[in-house]
């Protein structure tokens, strides 16, 4: 891919939201492996490594997806509005780039759920007849901007 990347990167709270978020989740999921070796440590039922290698791998990884891995998500994502069309890049791993036409783009809105709101963030989706794109984590006026931008491009009605 020897074209440049996209310019605009998000939010720069975004990193802060995904961690809050991916450390609500590390809980959910932490908890009850935690919760269950010391249990079986006090039963006495397994060896300590069976019990405590899989717990301290469950432990490492929801680690890495609080700390280092939003912000490597937050290196990777950008998007760029142009003429005609939308490009959305992410991904660190597998980086994925889509190019949306903006002839395609039916329909154009924001959206924000209450962590969003809570770090002042929002996302734009992108709807065409194959699906949806988003571009997340973007403060509300930049959001609403880039939405009106694409509408208007798009020569969508006003009310969106």
Do not use: K
Request: glycine content about 4%; hydrophobic content about 55%.
């Amino acid at each position: 891919m020897n074209d440049p990347a996209p310019r605009e990167q998000l939010d720069p709270r975004a990193r802060t939201l995904w961690r809050v978020t991916g450390l609500l989740q590390a809980l959910f999921i932490t908890a009850p492996v935690v919760a269950g070796a010391i249990l079986l440590l006090w039963l006495d039922r397994l060896p300590r490594l069976l019990v405590i290698g899989p717990a301290a791998l469950v432990v490492a990884a929801m680690a890495f997806g609080v700390w280092p891995y939003p912000d490597l998500l937050w290196r990777q994502w950008r998007y760029q509005i142009g003429e005609t069309e939308v490009q959305v890049q992410h991904g660190w791993w597998t980086v994925t780039r889509t190019i949306i036409p903006i002839a395609r783009i039916q329909h154009v809105d924001t959206r924000h759920d209450p962590f969003q709101r809570a770090f002042g963030l929002a996302t734009v989706v992108l709807y065409t007849a194959a699906g949806s794109n988003e571009i997340p984590a973007l403060a509300h006026a930049v959001a609403a901007a880039v939405r009106d931008r694409i509408a208007a491009l798009a020569h969508l009605a006003d009310d969106v």
